[in-house]
């Protein structure tokens, strides 16, 4: 069954230091997500991006984050110089034209130290 | 704009006992409506959903919800919980609205088995 794969699994940082996260969609869909979940609250909406752009995105995903579809397999998600703050679980989600759910990945848990 | 409520934190019980993690939602347009399941250190996990036709879902793991449009809820069950069913479960929803699928979830209630 098709699925939605990010990578590393974990990944630690230092404050201030810009990290990838990477994820590769499921091949066929064309709406592409991140969400983001800070440990022990809830799942929240960062941002979607299709077509190449991006569709919408939350207060939180400010000037420090960026996203792309740099060879049409992966989609990324970039911060540029991390805070202890945004140490979370983060999840890629990937959903098709007329798709009834999004399809998330199982997430990398970005520890800022 | 949608949103979701998950009434219980905190839901303990016995093992072997029925258990009913219970979620609200508003939307200003028809919705899907789901739930996950996380394990502790682990991904989102999908136990179920509803699109469309019969009000009660079956899940994995034993898992049922019932979709009440009246009042808004998709309350999750199961009549016999297990030991190994102690995770946090989150109710989300999701629709097409903007031209993008967006989910929005709860907070969660975490579910702990007591032996």
């Known amino acids: 069954e098709p699925e939605v794969t990010q990578t590393p699994s974990h990944q630690v940082t230092q404050m201030g230091q810009e990290v990838i996260l990477r994820c590769v969609p499921i091949?066929?869909?064309?709406?592409f997500y991140w969400y983001r979940q800070i440990l022990g609250q809830k799942v929240e909406f960062l941002v979607s991006?299709?077509?190449?752009?991006?569709?919408?995105k939350s207060e939180i995903f400010d000037d420090q984050f960026s996203v792309e579809r740099p060879d049409g397999s992966n989609f990324t998600l970039k911060i540029r110089s991390t805070k202890l703050e945004d140490s979370a679980m983060y999840f890629c989600?990937?959903?098709?034209?007329?798709?009834?759910?999004?399809?998330f990945g199982q997430g990398t848990r970005l520890t800022v130290v | 704009a949608q949103s979701v409520t998950q009434l219980d934190s905190q839901v303990p019980v016995f093992e072997e006992a029925p258990v009913e993690l219970r979620c609200n939602y508003s939307?200003?347009?028809?919705?899907?409506l789901f739930w996950y399941v996380q394990y502790p250190n682990q991904g989102l996990q999908l136990l179920l959903k509803?699109?469309?036709?019969?009000?009660l879902v079956k899940g994995i793991n034993g898992f049922e919800a019932e979709f009440n449009k009246s009042q808004t809820s998709f309350h999750l069950r199961k009549p016999s919980v297990h030991i190994s069913d102690t995770a946090e479960y989150f109710c989300?929803?999701?629709?097409?609205?903007?031209?993008?699928?967006?989910?929005?979830f709860g907070i969660g209630t975490k579910l702990q088995v007591i032996p």
């Open positions: 989600a990937s959903s098709g034209r007329g798709d009834t759910e999004a399809f």
């Open positions: 091949s066929n869909h064309l709406y």
């Open positions: 991006f299709y077509n190449n752009e991006i569709s919408e």
């Open positions: 939307s200003s347009v028809s919705v899907y």
């Open positions: 509803y699109l469309s036709g019969s009000t």
């Open positions: 989300a929803v999701s629709d097409w609205s903007g031209g993008y699928q967006k989910v929005t």
